[in-house]
């Protein structure tokens, strides 16, 4: 069911973050990197910076979710990171009919409508309810912010989660 | 004159400015600012807005960063949307000289070039005879 050559999922609202990219990288090697998010996606100066924020040899591509789809829809050529802002860019993902089997929580950084879940890591309500829905659908979800610390799964910390 | 910022994760932009400074001695137009934990990516991205309009007195800034990908770089290259402003990351003392010798003469493009290739330069390594 998954999709072949998808090394990492991952939430980061940093998208693609200096040393902490390089990190996981190193325990899990790609040469690709797909970032979703329709905003970003729409601005050509925010992708260029994207781009030049990724380790050298890496090959960025930013997307919009509808790009997405057909992209992940077949078998990816190469070894792949699939990086979103928000567990709802992956929700959306999910009901176009992308099999999502593993999900790494690594950033997502307070403001007013999140709350704490875990170390530096806050979410929405919508934010926990589409965690619930990735589950739902089949995904581990984990909460993990770089390679060297241990992994927590979703129902160790939202209470309810599974 | 062009305006020089430095940008970087904890102290290294006041290292940096204090290690020129032993060298050069005082200079002028240059500020720095520290990423700490505490401090959210978007309000450091603010601080770099406000130190550079303050640095920038019309012939463009440069912002030197530590770690490309990391908060002071990404938020140092959004604010120069629009602006007559350049980032340039790999932060390291030849380079900040290089800055700062090249905005006598230089315009913003050429300065670029300048440091990237005097921060280039000044990596060099020598072994011992056991290595």
Not at chain 2, 101 to 117: C, F, G, M, N, Y
């Amino acid at each position: 069911m998954a999709i072949e050559n998808l090394v990492l999922t991952r939430i980061d609202d940093r998208l693609i973050h200096g040393q902490v990219m390089t990190a996981w990288l190193k325990v899990a090697p790609a040469s690709q990197i797909i970032a979703v998010d329709d905003a970003v996606a729409a601005d050509e100066f925010l992708s260029e910076i994207m781009a030049a924020a990724a380790p050298s040899g890496i090959k960025v591509k930013v997307v919009s979710v509808d790009q997405a789809v057909p992209i992940l829809q077949q078998p990816l050529a190469e070894k792949t990171y699939l990086l979103v802002k928000t567990p709802i860019t992956l929700t959306r993902l999910v009901a176009a009919g992308i099999p999502l089997t593993q999900v790494n929580v690594g950033g997502m950084g307070m403001n007013p409508s999140r709350k704490r879940l875990y170390k530096n890591i806050a979410a929405s309500d919508e934010e926990v309810a589409a965690f619930r829905q990735l589950a739902d659908a089949g995904a581990t979800v984990s909460f993990q912010i770089v390679p060297a610390e241990r992994s927590y799964d979703l129902s160790v910390v939202v209470k309810g989660g599974k | 004159m062009i305006g020089i910022l430095i940008a970087g994760h904890g102290e290294i932009a006041a290292g940096v400015l204090s290690a020129a400074q032993l060298i050069l001695g005082p200079i002028d137009q240059v500020e720095t600012l520290a990423l700490t934990v505490d401090l959210a990516p978007e309000t450091f991205g603010d601080q770099v807005v406000a130190a550079g309009e303050r640095l920038d007195t019309g012939d463009g800034l440069v912002i030197l960063t530590d770690l490309r990908g990391g908060t002071p770089f990404n938020q140092s290259a959004l604010a120069t949307r629009d602006r007559r402003w350049a980032v340039v990351c790999g932060l390291s003392l030849p380079m900040f000289i290089q800055a700062i010798e090249s905005r006598v003469t230089a315009d913003l493009p050429d300065l670029i070039e300048q440091v990237k290739a005097a921060a280039a330069d000044g990596i060099v390594s020598i072994k011992g005879k056991a290595v």
